[in-house]
RNA sequence: GGUGAGGUGUCCGAGCGGUUGAAGGAGCACGCCUGGAAAGCGUGUAUACGGCAACGUAUCGAGGGUUCGAAUCCCUCCCUCACCGCCA
């Protein structure tokens, strides 16, 4: 949610900025339902004021043993004008914080003009694609050969957009979720996390979820509503919820791994075939909460962090700034690492790694302690995947195959593969 | 699922119908003291909104109600803790 301040005090220069995003801002009707608050609530606080004399007054009179008919009188008149006046002001600031928590964040001043991923720009290249002597097969090719990988039974226990893995297969993309989690614990300096994998309402609007984008999420109804989580930075962001957190402690930087759940509405027709694009897959997800001055510099370490991955299996990949129009509701700032697929010939999406200021912070009422103001202040919250998991093993799948549809493991994966060094052999 | 006890400021904890934004303590900040530190002493220490300011208003888990007046009484819900039952 954006500073309620801010947007009052410069909505034309909060408009524009949005324009990047390609959101427009009705500052016309802001502009009518702020005043029009300011008004009522003028007049609600001088009722109230009015309230708060005659009842002290009231008890004095009744201590000194005088008649209170009279006030007691006087009083009814004034309640039920204060009550019209409280019921309209409710209204008015419910329908200016419900206008508000569809806005998205302000995109940073070096973010890139754009309106798709089209437009997106590509900030470094690591590794360079292998060029194969034979014509490289696809993830779903090499997967189905050794029948390591199966969709269509998939289908049958849940529909379309799942899939079942077996065996060494199976195996390698639990090694690869160790590895990330390892790396990240051991040399990144991220605390790992278990966190529950269904949420309320409340952390999904902490996180920017809700209200907009509810129909990319599974619900799970019942007495209380459940959502799937989407990703861990819903559960491991909202850690800090309605906290004030020590400056000492920061940065906070959390690890964790679980499955997320999308129900990938209004994608139909992408990337129908494979393991792209499913309603359930597992991501390694990096948080950490910073101190304001910190979350650029945070930004560009924590993309590190999952680019150091990459890296380490030696698979190709590049990083793009994502543009004003291709960016996330809470972001202010995204990368997006991209690893190069032998079986696409393309570049595909990795991890997403955002600042989102005090975005969610605000949402959430995550604060610390300044220390050189001594008061509570927001603080900056960043997220990254480090990485897919499901993406990631698709990646090693393309890029590490052979001729004849093996597959060979990567190096720092065998310590996790019980001694299979190639899979399908 | 049953029974009982609770949810108050950064934290702990008092208050149980009026002047309590809220005692007391801890923590933190500043000052004194010290060669320096600890201890000691003093002062300060919530947030939001309106206002140039003085100040005003709201907020004691959430929402309703009673009352001239609610942190305090009543109702509903949420959460936490304890014991019992059941269970991976």
Redesign the pocket.
């Known amino acids: 949610m954006l500073?309620?301040?801010l947007v009052?005090a410069e909505p034309d220069l909060v408009a524009s900025k949005l324009e990047k995003k390609r959101f427009k801002l009705d500052v016309e009707r802001l502009n009518q339902l702020?005043s029009r608050?300011?008004e009522i609530?003028?007049r609600?606080?001088?009722l109230?004021?009015e309230?708060?004399?005659?009842?002290?007054?009231?008890?004095?009179a009744?201590?000194a043993g005088q008649d209170?008919s009279a006030?007691?009188e006087a009083?009814?008149a004034?309640?039920s004008d204060l009550e019209n006046a409280e019921v309209e002001l409710?209204a008015i600031q419910e329908e200016l914080q419900s206008i508000l928590s569809l806005v998205p964040n302000i995109p940073d001043d070096d973010v890139p003009e754009g309106k798709d991923e089209n437009d997106n720009v590509e900030v470094r290249k690591w590794g360079v694609p292998e060029s194969f002597t034979f014509e490289p097969k696809d993830h779903v090719a090499l997967g189905e050969m050794h029948g390591l990988l199966d969709f269509e039974t998939a289908s049958t226990i849940s529909g379309a957009r799942f899939a079942v893995m077996r065996g060494a297969l199976a195996r390698l993309h639990r090694a690869l979720a160790q590895f990330m989690l390892d790396t990240h614990t051991t040399n990144h300096g991220y605390e790992e996390t278990y966190v529950p994998y269904l949420v309320n309402a409340n952390a999904l609007f902490g996180t920017g979820q809700l209200p907009k984008f509810e129909e990319d999420l599974f619900k799970v109804p019942g007495?209380?509503d459940y959502y799937l989580i989407p990703t861990a930075e819903v559960p491991v962001t909202n850690l800090v919820s309605d906290?004030?957190v020590?400056a000492k402690n920061l940065p906070l930087r959390f690890v964790a791994h679980t499955p997320c759940f999308r129900s990938e509405a209004g994608s139909y027709g992408r990337d129908v075939r494979g393991m792209i694009r499913q309603h359930q897959f597992d991501k390694v997800e990096l948080v950490q909460v910073v101190a304001p001055e910190q979350s650029s510099a945070a930004l560009e370490e924590l993309t590190g962090h999952a680019e150091r991955i990459l890296q380490l299996l030696q698979l190709p990949y590049r990083v793009v700034a994502l543009c004003g129009g291709d960016m996330g509701f809470s972001a202010a700032k995204t990368y997006d690492i991209e690893v190069w697929l032998p079986g696409q010939q393309t570049y595909r999406e990795i991890s997403s790694c955002s600042n989102t200021r005090d975005f969610q912070a605000r949402r959430m009422q995550a604060r610390y302690?300044d220390?050189a103001?001594?008061?509570?202040a927001l603080v900056h919250t960043l997220n990254g995947s480090g990485l897919a998991v499901g993406r990631t093993m698709i990646a090693v799948l393309e890029n590490y195959q052979n001729e004849d549809g093996s597959i060979r493991v990567p190096e720092v994966l065998k310590p996790y593969m019980g001694g299979v060094d190639v899979i399908g052999g």
């Open positions: 500073d309620a301040k009052r702020e608050r300011k609530q003028v609600t606080e001088d109230q004021k309230r708060n004399v005659r009842s002290r007054a009231f008890g004095e009744k201590k209170v006030l007691q009083m009814s004034l309640k409710k007495e209380r906290k004030i020590d302690r220390p103001t001594g008061k509570p």
